[in-house]
Structures are given as structure tokens and as C-alpha cells.
């Protein structure tokens, strides 16, 4: 039992050791525990990256994955909310004719009703983000838009000459 116990001490010797000559410490330097921990701590991954090639058309279309089902989506930054056409919430589950539309929003084609709903998970090449406030447009909504309750939750966006940059 003593030869295992002195094993265990020579080992542990060696691995401070070791650790101050790859940390390059002086043990009486009073800084050497902040030293060591930043020699010997691994950096924090960074965020993934996602992107959304620009259309020919002009336009970023997002191919998104919502509460485990395909949505395409225009990109819209002046859209406060996800919007969901009436045909794209049906087939999330939300069935359109049962919702209370209670709100007013003003689109492009004037002013409409809305219901509110909430998306379990938006995923975008990646950039998921969760509890996504959306809203149904009883009428006159072509395709459904990603809106600002998406795009403003992620840590930034950035439209490139040629891409939509998601930073989750």
C-alpha cells in the first residue's frame, strides 16, 4: 500500500512538474495560478456561421427547418415577426381556421389580421434559435417571411454582396 501511495506522489510531483515547465511558471511567482489555468484551459468553441446565398432574384430565400418540418422563407428585416402564410401554418400543426387573429399589422399590401403563435424551433443551415414568437396572416400573404423575431434573437446578421451571414 505504501509503494502505491509513493507512486501516486511521484506522479503527481511530475505533473506539476510538468505543467510549469509547459506553462513556463515560476512557483513563488504569485501570478503562476492565473498563468496556469490560461496555459492550460481550452479555448471556448466559437459560434457557428450559417449563411443564405442571395436569390438571382435579389432576394434571400432561407430554406429553414420550424418544429421539425421544411419552410421557405423570404428574408425580411422589416417584418417584426416571422410570418406564416395560412397554407405553412397548417403544416406546422397550427390550423388557421381555429386561431384568434387579433391583431392588426400593416403589409405591403395594406392592413391585415394576424394570430399569434409560438414555434418551438427555428433552424436556419444550423443557426437554431427556440420559442420563436410568429404570426399567422389571416389573408393576402404570398410566402412566409423571416422576420425580425428571428433575426434579431442571433448574436448578428450581415448582408453580403452575395449572402446572408447568421451568427447563432
Known sequence: MIRY??????????????????????????????RAQTAISAPAPAPAVASVRKAADGHYWAEANVNGRAVRFLVDTGATAVALTGDDA???????????????????EGRVKAAGVKLATVSIAGARIDDVDALVIEKGLDTSLLGMSY?????????????LILKP
Open 5 to 34: 501511495v509513493a507512486i501516486a506522489a511521484i506522479a503527481a510531483l511530475s505533473a506539476i512538474g510538468a505543467a510549469n515547465a509547459v506553462a513556463g511558471l515560476d512557483v513563488r511567482d504569485e501570478s503562476a495560478p492565473l
Open 90 to 108: 397548417r403544416r406546422l400543426g397550427f390550423e388557421p381556421s381555429k386561431l384568434d387573429y387579433v391583431y392588426d399589422v400593416v403589409t405591403a
Open 151 to 163: 433575426l434579431g434573437r442571433l448574436r448578428a446578421f450581415e448582408a453580403t454582396q452575395t449572402a
